[in-house]
């Protein structure tokens, strides 16, 4: 039995004709999982992409929000000094005096 060499033509590629030839209706299985398994992969890599653009954009945020907090307390720690906590009693015109003799110690 002599076998006809067919040409691949576009016209017999995207008419079908592929699909008849012994070697693809002898490993469709194996095709069809090949597919499955690109389409998993590509899928997961997308879903990397996106996750890793979440943790950069996290990232971002976390340095924001860490200086925020050093510059909050740096202000706390600057307002809370014993100089300028009298200079705003004086400026709210409240009478109030520092303490001249020192706080004693009790002991028990």
Do not use: W
């Not at 469709?28 to 990397?48: A, D, E, Q």
């Amino acid at each position: 039995m002599v076998k006809k060499k067919k040409k691949l033509t576009l016209i017999y590629i995207l008419g079908g004709g592929i699909l008849k030839e012994d070697f693809i209706v002898k490993h469709t299985k194996m095709i069809v999982f090949i597919v499955i398994l690109m389409f998993v992969f590509i899928s997961n890599r997308y879903t990397c992409i996106q996750q890793l653009k979440d943790i950069d954009r996290l990232q971002q945020q976390l340095k924001d929000v860490r200086l925020e907090a050093l510059s909050v307390s740096s202000e706390l720690t600057g307002s809370s000094r014993r100089s300028q906590i009298e200079s705003l009693v004086e400026e709210q015109g409240i009478e109030l005096e520092a303490a001249k003799t020192p706080p004693y110690e009790l002991y028990k």
